[in-house]
């Protein structure tokens, strides 16, 4: 029971049925960092992740 967290070229699996939060965290991704999205769509922090799952990272650039 895995979810695959894609960001760039580099693939992260977590166990199913983690918050996104508290996967991403796991993965040592810093939250504010990215935007999460599955199958097209934006995905909230406290959104549960389900079996089989792929969710892509999409980094955020800011700067000044």
């Given at each position: 029971?895995?979810?695959?967290?894609?960001?760039?070229?580099?693939?992260?699996?977590?166990?199913?049925?983690?918050?996104?939060?508290?996967?991403?965290?796991?993965?040592?991704?810093?939250?504010?960092?990215?935007?999460?999205?599955r199958?097209?769509?934006?995905i909230?922090?406290?959104?549960?992740?389900?079996?089989?799952?792929?969710?892509?990272?999409?980094?955020?650039?800011?700067?000044?």
């Amino acid at each position: 029971m895995t979810v695959k967290l894609i960001l760039r070229k580099q693939e992260y699996e977590v166990k199913a049925g983690m918050a996104l939060l508290d996967a991403l965290k796991k993965c040592e991704i810093i939250p504010e960092s990215v935007i999460a999205t599955r199958d097209g769509e934006i995905i909230v922090e406290d959104e549960i992740l389900k079996d089989g799952e792929t969710v892509k990272l999409v980094a955020v650039i800011s700067g000044g």
